[in-house]
């Protein structure tokens, strides 16, 4: 059911290809499903002796054959239906792991444009809602199939032992059913592809409330958010009654196909009984081994529904798993001084231009500030450098090397990375100053940027200090605590290349104070690229450069900058930090105090 075109049966085949691994277990619950099916004649067959016979057994010894049979044929079929149900289970959560494995490992490698197209919603709902169905596909319909198209096979066979004729008169209906089985999928296969859109909906609704939990506080944002995932729900409801009503639109379609088969094949049989031709026995066993099939039928009828769901849920998995990771070309050795060159880079984003035309150079061990309002491209610049994005013209050279000649984990290994929006795991605040590669780095390592970064100050009045829990992405810490775990990952890392995108930007002035210092000591020796806007950080850099709509207006040293009464002048008087307006000695007169 639903194999009928190559695009089906390639996606299906791909899918029990993820079985092959668990191939003994799976096999063990298909040899028990088919010896169920291989029992289901027995139950006519023993009817069949005591019609014959007119109960002529009573008061013989055979009058407990048939009993004990019936109670051992139950057994049989009990301990076989146990040992298929629980191994095909074993291996459908196996597989559903695997596939889940698969996905991660895809997604985890995947470029940074991937996730900017896709909500967080609709990821996780691939690897929640989507495997589920998927795990229906490999248990419901694997079970209904192999087992309840083994149990109409061997009725089928039974029926024609006790009456050829009549047995092939139901081959008749098999026409029919096929066309209306095939003209079902189609529809119930598009039902669930937006069924599994409208779950990612769900979720992203969900995730969005529990990260801006606050914001919906403070702006009493409670019915619009309601009203959100009120819609999210009842399209999802929606479309999932539609799959609903369309799988039991089908079920009693076939079963009436069937029915009027079999009330056909009951006359033809009651008037061979009348002219003699079979038995009383032949007849009841024939009327209740074609019962029995009535069963199989109605649930090969209904696992459609879940091969569509599963099949579709599929394509949705398999689209991530193969998905395009990012381009890895380079083999080159991992850059040892820093120097890098910006030659002619231009950046769009659909028909948005980011960066235009940008060239720079920034020495080894220099320090370069980007400067400039929101949207002008600093953070799109320095995201160019770890390869998250690929320049639409132009090139990155570092070391005189272009970017595509290193190997993506030897570029990233160079670089030490904090930004604004500092992202920590659900651990400890020691494993996520020790993370990733770094988790080999020695407890002293840890522990001495730990001190650098000041983290230890606060750590030391947590319960458990550095080993405390910090909860999701640090939701028990400040801000400003976040942000200096992030400046002790990158103390530990001690790479030649240096990336700070606003990292002193959750800090108040106590606590910057504090973490300058590190910082300075961080940015010694190494290529820094600074994204700030605390007068303290800038004017310390070898070189600032200001970017305005994706253009470089102006570059030079602080003092120089400030003498030309141009953009930087500008910018400067109004004070990067958020401070109030003012002539250009009451910014540095604010600078100083600071210090």
């Given at each position: 059911m639903g194999f009928v075109d190559p695009r089906t049966r390639e996606l299906y085949a791909r899918l029990l290809g993820h079985l092959a691994p668990h191939w003994r277990v799976f096999a063990l619950s298909v040899v028990a499903m088919v010896a169920l099916a291989a029992t289901e004649w027995m139950l006519p067959a023993l009817l069949k002796p005591l019609i014959d016979k007119d109960f002529d057994l009573a008061g013989r010894g055979d009058l407990y054959a048939t009993p004990a049979l019936l109670v051992g044929l139950f057994l049989l079929r009990g301990s076989l239906s146990y040992v298929g149900t629980v191994a095909l289970a074993w291996v459908a959560?196996?597989?559903?792991?695997?596939?889940?494995?698969?996905?991660?490992?895809?997604?985890?490698?995947?470029?940074?444009?991937?996730?900017?197209?896709?909500?967080?919603?609709?990821?996780?709902?691939?690897?929640?809602?989507?495997?589920?169905?998927?795990?229906q596909a490999t248990t419901r319909v694997i079970s209904v199939l192999v087992k309840d198209s083994a149990v109409v096979v061997v009725l089928l066979i039974y029926l024609v032992y006790l009456n050829w004729r009549l047995a092939l008169f139901l081959l008749l209906f098999a026409p029919p059913i096929g066309y209306v089985v095939r003209r079902v999928s189609r529809r119930m296969r598009q039902m669930s592809r937006r069924l599994q859109a409208s779950v990612g909906d769900i979720n992203q609704v969900a995730e969005e409330a529990v990260r801006g939990q606050r914001e919906i506080k403070v702006f009493d944002a409670y019915q619009s958010e309601d009203e959100r995932f009120g819609r999210a729900t009842d399209g999802a409801r929606k479309f999932h009654m539609k799959v609903v009503r369309t799988s039991a639109m089908l079920v009693p379609l076939i079963q009436l196909i069937v029915a009027c088969g079999i009330a056909l094949m009951i006359v033809f049989a009651l008037d061979q009984a009348a002219a003699g031709v079979i038995t009383r026995g032949d007849f009841i066993a024939f009327v209740t081994a074609t019962a029995l099939l009535l069963s199989p039928i109605k649930r090969l009828a209904g696992a459609n529904e879940f091969l569509q769901r599963g099949l579709a849920a599929a394509e949705s998995v398999f689209a991530l798993v193969d998905a395009e990771r990012e381009p890895d070309p380079g083999s080159a050795p991992a850059p040892r001084r820093g120097d890098i060159r910006f030659e002619h880079v231009s950046v769009t984003y659909g028909t948005t231009t980011a960066l235009a035309d940008v060239s720079l150079e920034v020495p080894a061990g220099s320090t370069l500030a980007l400067v400039g309002r929101s949207g002008g491209g600093k953070t799109t610049l320095v995201n160019l450098v770890p390869g998250f994005y690929r320049p639409s013209a132009g090139r990155v050279l570092i070391d005189d090397r272009p970017l595509e000649d290193y190997g993506l984990a030897a570029l990233r290994g160079a670089i030490a990375y904090v930004g604004q929006s500092v992202v920590l795991f659900n651990d400890t605040i020691y494993n996520n100053i020790?993370?990733?590669?770094?988790?080999?780095?020695?407890?002293?390592?840890?522990?001495?940027?730990?001190?650098?970064?000041?983290?230890?100050?606060?750590?030391?009045?947590?319960?458990?200090?550095?080993?405390?829990?910090?909860?999701?992405?640090?939701?028990?810490?400040?801000?400003?605590?976040?942000?200096?775990?992030?400046?002790?990952?990158?103390?530990?890392?001690?790479?030649?290349?240096?990336?700070?995108?606003?990292?002193?930007?959750?800090l108040d002035n106590e606590a910057e104070r504090r973490v300058h210092d590190a910082l300075q000591a961080l940015r010694a020796g190494r290529t820094s690229l600074v994204v700030a806007h605390r007068l303290s950080t800038i004017e310390q850099a070898d070189r600032i450069a200001v970017l305005e709509h994706g253009h470089i207006v102006e570059s030079g040293r602080h003092a120089e900058l400030l003498a030309a009464g141009g953009a930087y002048a500008r910018l400067y008087r109004a004070g990067f930090d958020g401070a109030e307006a003012g002539s250009v000695d009451g910014a540095a007169t604010r600078v100083a105090d600071e210090a």
């Open positions: 959560q196996r597989t559903m792991a695997d596939l889940r494995v698969a996905m991660f490992r895809s997604l985890v490698h995947l470029p940074s444009p991937f996730f900017d197209q896709r909500s967080a919603g609709e990821l996780i709902a691939k690897f929640t809602f989507d495997v589920t169905q998927v795990s020790a993370y990733g590669s770094l988790r080999d780095a020695s407890r002293e390592a840890v522990l001495a940027a730990a001190e650098r970064a000041q983290v230890t100050a606060f750590a030391r009045d947590l319960p458990d200090g550095l080993d405390t829990l910090i909860g999701d992405n640090g939701m028990r810490l400040s801000g400003g605590q976040r942000q200096r775990v992030a400046i002790a990952r990158a103390l530990l890392k001690d790479a030649p290349i240096l990336i700070l995108d606003e990292a002193t930007a959750a």
